[in-house]
Nanobody, 115 residues
Framework: VQLVESGGGFVQPGGSLRLSCAAS????????MAWFRQAPGKEREFVAA????????NYADSVKGRFTISRDNARNTVYLQMNSLKPEDTAVYYC?????????RGQGTQVTVSS
């Protein structure tokens, strides 16, 4: 199983980034996919999730209306479009795949929001 995140970087407040997570080694279309993040000195927190079909999503209150999670089962990829970024969104963002007790996480990609 491999989850490889990309798309992180440095952006000014109010800017946008699109994260991608390329999956391999498992049947991607069966798994719920999610994004988590962890800021320095803080615990990992849930950001967004999407079910296997893509028709059901949920978000942390802190990102609702600003972030959008989506998936392309043909490409085995999940995305996180992040708009109106704030300094408090600065964190390492991790892709997660879950099916029952089978749970996998990527290595993460750094997002830094600063002026």
């Amino acid at each position: 199983v491999q989850l490889v995140e990309s798309g992180g970087g440095f952006v000014q407040p109010g800017g946008s980034l699109r994260l991608s997570c390329a999956a391999s080694g498992f049947t991607f279309s069966r798994y719920t996919m999610a994004w988590f993040r962890q800021a320095p000195g803080k615990e990992r927190e849930f950001v967004a999730a999407i079910n296997w079909s893509g028709y059901s999503t949920n978000y942390a209150d802190s990102v609702k209306g600003r972030f959008t999670i989506s998936r392309d089962n043909a490409r085995n990829t999940v995305y996180l479009q992040m708009n109106s970024l704030k300094p408090e969104d600065t964190a390492v963002y991790y892709c997660n795949a879950r099916l029952g007790s089978d749970d996998h996480r990527g290595q993460g990609t750094q997002v830094t929001v600063s002026s």
